[in-house]
C-alpha cells in the first residue's frame, strides 16, 4: 500500500493517538501515517514509529488547517483521512476502498 497515506489530526488526546497507530500496524505495517498535532504541549513527535512523520501545528489551530498541512505534506496518490479515535479492525480494508476509487476512476 505504498500510494495511500493515512492522516490523522489530534489535539489533545495521546492516548486515543496511540491506539490508533497500534491499530494501524496491527493489520498495516508499512503504510505512512501522518499526525498533526495541535496539542498545547504537543506529544505526536515523542510517540516515534516507523512509517510516522508528524507534523507540529499551532496550537488548537483548527481541524480544516491541520488537515491541509496533512494533504499538502502526502506525497502518495491517495490520502484517507481519520481522527485520532479510530482504530483499525481485521474489517478494516484499505485495498477496498482504493480498489474502488480506481474501479470508478475517482
Same mark, same amino acid.
Given at each position: 500500500?505504498?500510494?495511500? %497515506? !493515512? *492522516?490523522?489530526? %489530534? $489535539?489533545?488526546? &495521546?492516548?486515543? !493517538?496511540?491506539?490508533l497507530l497500534n491499530s494501524i500496524r496491527k493489520f498495516y505495517s508499512d503504510v505512512p501515517v501522518i499526525v498533526a498535532d495541535a496539542s498545547w504541549v504537543p506529544y505526536a513527535r515523542? !510517540? /516515534? /514509529?516507523?512509517?510516522?512523520? &508528524?507534523? %507540529? !501545528?499551532?496550537?488548537?489551530?483548527? *481541524?480544516s488547517a491541520g488537515r491541509?498541512?496533512?494533504?499538502?505534506?502526502?506525497? %502518495?496518490?491517495?490520502?484517507?483521512? *481519520?481522527?485520532?479515535? $479510530?482504530? $483499525? *479492525?481485521?474489517?478494516t480494508k484499505l485495498e477496498v476502498l482504493r480498489a474502488t476509487l480506481e474501479a470508478n476512476e475517482a
Open positions: 500500500m505504498k500510494d495511500v %497515506t !493515512l *492522516l490523522v489530526k %489530534t $489535539f489533545e488526546r &495521546s492516548d486515543c !493517538l496511540r491506539r515523542r !510517540l /516515534r /514509529r516507523k512509517h510516522v512523520r &508528524s507534523i %507540529t !501545528l499551532e496550537p488548537n489551530v483548527g *481541524l491541509n498541512a496533512m494533504v499538502k505534506a502526502a506525497r %502518495t496518490k491517495y490520502v484517507v483521512i *481519520l481522527d485520532d479515535d $479510530f482504530v $483499525f *479492525l481485521a474489517a
